[in-house]
């Protein structure tokens, strides 16, 4: 698999300082986005592509403000011009921005319904083609899901974190059925893959920043779901954390890094069943 530097340390590492003014400028930065993409649908230019336009540069931002290094390995993996469903460990508020430099193409995701009731971001996470999910009603949940097969449709990658929220302790938690069902419905592909880095930069529940860190972002072989049916939901599962705990051990087989101008330690991971959603 080939290593790539999407983004380098802007100065050189020092030694790993801390404080809460990079997630200040990263707020400041979702603001900026937020109302830029809103003034674009005002008038009548909302789309995937004036998005993913102001999102190239969004990304880059926040994690410069912490002098933040990301790279990515496998990205061949994604098969060419077919959406997929990007399953990943979620551990940090760091992930989003991770994802959205690693993932070749647009990429959209899944969040908690709670964050599209704040002001203006949550008016642009929704215009924008986020999938907002109401957790605590499991009926709700499913019929909000279906615009993901909307999103996937459009061309556009969908990332789900199959434990439904971030972790607190490292520890892959157990799956929820939703966005199993949905890859089985559409046929599309399951990307695995492992954020690996973000969990020390910005700790969960937690807005202080440490300096200097290093992401990296690894996708695994597709997992075909075409012609899968419901019975063979929870070997799919089983495959897809495997596949998973696997890109959290670090890969194998390697080339050199490179680096690609942008415009440590494995974190723990458990093989516990999956259980229902």
């Given at each position: 698999m080939t290593r790539t530097i999407l983004l380098d340390h802007r100065q050189p590492p020092q030694h790993r300082r801390a404080d809460r003014w990079p997630a200040a400028k990263a707020i400041a930065y979702t603001l900026d986005i937020s109302l830029r993409f809103l003034a674009d649908v005002a008038v009548g230019r909302g789309s995937i592509d004036s998005a993913e336009r102001l999102i190239a540069g969004y990304w880059p931002r926040v994690l410069r403000a912490g002098n933040a290094r990301l790279s990515v390995v496998?990205?061949?993996?994604?098969?060419?011009?077919?959406?997929?469903?990007?399953?990943?460990?979620?551990?940090?508020l760091l992930d989003i921005p991770a994802l959205m430099g690693a993932v070749p193409g647009p990429v959209r995701m899944v969040t908690k319904q709670e964050l599209t009731r704040v002001p203006i971001w949550g008016q642009a996470l929704v215009a924008s083609g986020f999938i907002a999910l109401d957790r605590k009603d499991r009926g709700k949940a499913i019929a909000q899901l279906e615009?993901?097969?909307?999103?996937?449709?459009?061309?556009?990658?969908?990332?789900?974190?199959?434990e439904g929220t971030r972790?607190?302790?490292?520890?892959?938690?157990?799956?929820?059925?939703?966005?199993?069902?949905?890859?089985?419905?559409?046929?599309?592909?399951?990307?695995?893959?492992?954020?690996?880095?973000?969990?020390?930069?910005?700790?969960?529940?937690?807005?202080?920043?440490?300096?200097?860190?290093?992401?990296?972002?690894?996708?695994g072989p597709p997992i075909a779901t075409a012609g899968l049916g419901r019975d063979e939901l929870e070997g799919l599962m089983e495959q897809v954390r495997l596949a998973m705990v696997a890109l959290a051990s670090g890969p194998t087989g390697t080339t050199p890094a490179t680096t690609t101008p942008a415009t440590t330690t494995p974190a723990t991971a458990t093989t516990t069943a999956p259980t229902t959603a």
């Open positions: 496998g990205r061949e993996h994604f098969p060419s011009g077919q959406p997929c469903v990007v399953m990943s460990n979620h551990a940090s615009k993901a097969k909307t999103i996937l449709r459009q061309g556009v990658h969908v990332w789900i974190a199959p972790t607190r302790t490292g520890v892959l938690g157990p799956f929820k059925k939703g966005g199993f069902h949905v890859a089985l419905a559409l046929g599309v592909p399951i990307v695995p893959a492992w954020i690996e880095g973000t969990r020390d930069v910005v700790a969960p529940d937690s807005f202080v920043v440490r300096y200097d860190g290093d992401v990296e972002v690894r996708f």
